[in-house]
């Protein structure tokens, strides 16, 4: 018989009611959204409504000159000769179906210097773009714009356009889903705090909050000093809004006073700040970003080669490090995008795959959970399924996989025993 009777335990326990309904609140789990593999950020000025289209077939292009035999795109990126064939057919798909998966209008530094009447008519332009692409079914799953900053000098620049920019968009009916606004060079949580007040005020008077869910989805830009030392002051401020985390890494490793030569998403200083957002973001719904690689695949072929491996090591190494979304500034990244991304999931898949069904299988026996369920040498719990689950669900995400590829007993909507995740 235990020593402690129940109600002296649920007496002694009472006081952890207040405390688990605050970590339910602060840790709500992932997303049921997918995430994007990238975001592309195009100049409000450069925005049309065939956009993702464009980019798409100008990545084709450069794929067929530069490297047009799977071989060649494998021995550039670094992908295994094995799935040479398999990657370069995925690319050729996704470029020509769906090559952007996020988009961003930016009006901050992709942006450049233009007068207030030119801003105003590219804000008004660029809803009515995008308006267009969802009326002919071409708007990429999430999409939305990155106003300038709240900094004195550009806030009621930045506020303005983005008014004028959601304005035009709910003017003609409802807003297409997948709205999201970046707000870039955080300093303080009080402005991402001002900044969803704003947001709110606008969909009040609008009247579109109720058609977009939970809101006008928002993702803050770390690219500040002060912006990483107050992260978890900063998603607080966020929510429920938020569901971002973007590094700004040109900004920030500049304000570290790394040298432009080393400035890249896997500088040391750069990593620590993601690795920090990951921390912060664990648990919370919040999905985190990679930043970009300025080295643009353009010019001869020796050109197009080294930006594309040097996007593709960037990318493999985020992917390594649970980082999963990047940005993309070029159209001809997305081919070293989409190639190392299917290459990064194919690499893993069989034994994700096999791991994963022995782990089910044992787990009705009650081994599962116990380092000794039959999933060969690797001893899989909990914690492995669910990174196993999630490594399938991209893969279905991208299209790499199909339900029926997916072991007996295992479907998108099955959770994996013993309070595992669902793999979707």
């Given at each position: 018989?235990?020593?402690?009777?129940?109600?002296?335990?649920?007496?002694?326990?009472?006081?952890?009611?207040?405390?688990?309904?605050?970590?339910?609140?602060?840790?709500?789990?992932?997303?049921?959204?997918?995430?994007?593999?990238?975001?592309?950020?195009?100049?409000?000025?450069?925005?049309?409504?065939?956009?993702?289209?464009?980019?798409?077939?100008?990545?084709?292009?450069?794929?067929?000159?530069?490297?047009?035999?799977?071989?060649?795109?494998?021995?550039?990126?670094?992908?295994?000769?094995?799935?040479?064939?398999?990657?370069?057919?995925?690319?050729?798909?996704?470029?020509?179906?769906?090559?952007?998966?996020?988009?961003?209008?930016?009006?901050?530094?992709?942006?450049?210097?233009?007068?207030?009447?030119?801003?105003?008519?590219?804000?008004?332009?660029?809803?009515?773009?995008?308006?267009?692409?969802?009326?002919?079914?071409?708007?990429?799953?999430?999409?939305?714009?990155?106003?300038?900053?709240?900094?004195?000098?550009?806030?009621?620049?930045?506020?303005?356009?983005?008014?004028?920019?959601?304005?035009?968009?709910?003017?003609?009916?409802?807003?297409?889903?997948?709205?999201?606004?970046?707000?870039?060079?955080?300093?303080?949580?009080?402005?991402?705090?001002?900044?969803?007040?704003?947001?709110?005020?606008?969909?009040?008077?609008?009247?579109?909050?109720?058609?977009l869910g939970a809101g006008i989805r928002l993702e803050v830009q770390v690219e500040t000093p002060?912006?990483?030392?107050?992260?978890?002051?900063?998603?607080?401020?966020?929510?429920?809004?938020?569901?971002?985390?973007?590094?700004?890494?040109?900004?920030?490793?500049?304000?570290?006073?790394?040298?432009?030569?080393?400035?890249?998403?896997?500088?040391?200083?750069?990593?620590?700040?993601?690795?920090?957002?990951?921390?912060?973001?664990?648990?919370?719904?919040?999905?985190?970003?990679?930043?970009?690689?300025?080295?643009?695949?353009?010019?001869?072929?020796?050109?197009?080669?080294?930006?594309?491996?040097?996007?593709?090591?960037l990318v493999r190494r985020a992917w390594m490090r649970g980082i999963y979304q990047g940005w993309?500034?070029?159209?001809?990244?997305?081919?070293?995008?989409?190639?190392?991304?299917?290459?990064?999931?194919?690499?893993?898949?069989?034994?994700?795959?096999?791991?994963?069904?022995?782990?089910?299988?044992?787990?009705?026996?009650?081994?599962?959970?116990?380092?000794?369920?039959?999933?060969?040498?690797?001893?899989?719990?909990?914690?492995?399924?669910?990174?196993?689950?999630?490594?399938?669900?991209?893969?279905?995400?991208?299209?790499?996989?199909?339900?029926?590829?997916?072991?007996v007993g295992l479907t998108r909507e099955r959770p994996i025993p013993a309070d595992g995740p669902?793999?979707?």
């Amino acid at each position: 018989m235990p020593t402690l009777p129940d109600d002296v335990t649920a007496a002694l326990t009472a006081p952890l009611a207040r405390v688990d309904a605050d970590l339910a609140a602060r840790f709500p789990g992932e997303p049921a959204v997918r995430q994007p593999v990238h975001t592309c950020y195009v100049p409000a000025d450069q925005m049309r409504a065939t956009l993702a289209d464009d980019w798409g077939a100008a990545a084709l292009a450069t794929l067929d000159t530069h490297a047009g035999e799977p071989p060649m795109l494998a021995a550039v990126t670094g992908i295994p000769g094995e799935l040479a064939e398999r990657v370069h057919a995925h690319v050729r798909r996704v470029l020509a179906t769906a090559p952007i998966a996020d988009l961003r209008v930016d009006f901050e530094d992709g942006y450049g210097d233009h007068d207030d009447a030119e801003e105003d008519a590219h804000a008004v332009a660029a809803a009515d773009a995008l308006r267009a692409a969802a009326d002919a079914g071409r708007l990429p799953a999430s999409y939305g714009l990155r106003p300038k900053s709240l900094d004195p000098a550009v806030r009621t620049r930045g506020l303005r356009s983005l008014d004028l920019f959601v304005t035009t968009l709910a003017a003609g009916g409802a807003i297409p889903p997948g709205l999201v606004v970046t707000l870039p060079k955080v300093s303080t949580p009080a402005q991402v705090t001002v900044f969803c007040d704003i947001l709110t005020e606008l969909e009040n008077r609008l009247d579109i909050g109720s058609g977009l869910g939970a809101g006008i989805r928002l993702e803050v830009q770390v690219e500040t000093p002060a912006a990483v030392l107050a992260l978890p002051a900063i998603v607080a401020a966020g929510r429920p809004r938020l569901t971002g985390l973007h590094v700004g890494t040109y900004d920030y490793s500049a304000a570290l006073g790394v040298s432009a030569e080393h400035q890249a998403s896997d500088h040391p200083a750069v990593e620590l700040a993601t690795a920090l957002m990951q921390l912060v973001a664990a648990g919370t719904g919040v999905q985190v970003a990679d930043g970009s690689s300025n080295l643009l695949p353009v010019g001869d072929r020796a050109a197009v080669h080294a930006a594309w491996r040097r996007h593709a090591d960037l990318v493999r190494r985020a992917w390594m490090r649970g980082i999963y979304q990047g940005w993309d500034l070029h159209p001809a990244q997305l081919v070293s995008r989409h190639a190392t991304v299917a290459a990064c999931l194919l690499t893993g898949l069989p034994a994700a795959l096999a791991r994963l069904s022995a782990w089910t299988g044992t787990a009705g026996s009650g081994m599962a959970g116990s380092g000794t369920a039959g999933s060969g040498a690797v001893a899989d719990e909990p914690a492995t399924a669910r990174a196993l689950a999630g490594h399938i669900q991209r893969a279905l995400d991208a299209g790499l996989l199909d339900d029926a590829d997916l072991p007996v007993g295992l479907t998108r909507e099955r959770p994996i025993p013993a309070d595992g995740p669902v793999i979707c």
